[in-house]
């Protein structure tokens, strides 16, 4: 069972960049969703979420309308579309999966499996 996160990268501010999270060993489509984002010395903090009923997805006031979550079940794959990218979005970037869609989804300990962070960098 393993979460692959990709996509990150240098971008300059106002860029665009998509993270890729692939799953291999259990189908990502029985499962929620989350991404989330670790500044040096902070806790990770969620921003994205899907959830695994009625296409259900929410986004941190920080990112809202710069930010979508989206799966393609086929590719056993979620992404994370990033637009409009500041400065303040400089931050390792984490997915996470879980079974269940119960309890409160930012919460980093109610996720199951973790992929490894990818590194996003905005930067002129």
């Not at 990218?85 to 079974?99: F, W």
Request: one cysteine or more; hydrophobic letters at 30%; charged letters at 20%.
């Amino acid at each position: 069972v393993q979460l692959q996160a990709s996509g990150g990268g240098l971008v300059q501010p106002g860029g665009s960049l998509r993270l890729s999270c692939a799953a291999s060993g259990f189908t990502l489509g029985d499962y929620a969703i989350g991404w989330f984002r670790q500044y040096p010395g902070k806790e990770r903090e969620g921003i994205s979420y899907a959830g695994t009923r009625g296409g259900f997805t929410y986004h941190a006031d920080s990112v809202k309308g710069r930010f979508t979550i989206s799966r393609d079940n086929a590719k056993n794959t979620v992404y994370l579309q990033m637009n409009v990218l500041k400065a303040e979005d400089t931050a390792v970037y984490y997915c996470a999966a879980r079974r269940s869609d119960r309890d409160y989804f930012f919460s980093p300990r109610n996720y199951d499996y973790w992929g490894q962070g990818t590194l996003v960098t905005v930067s002129s």
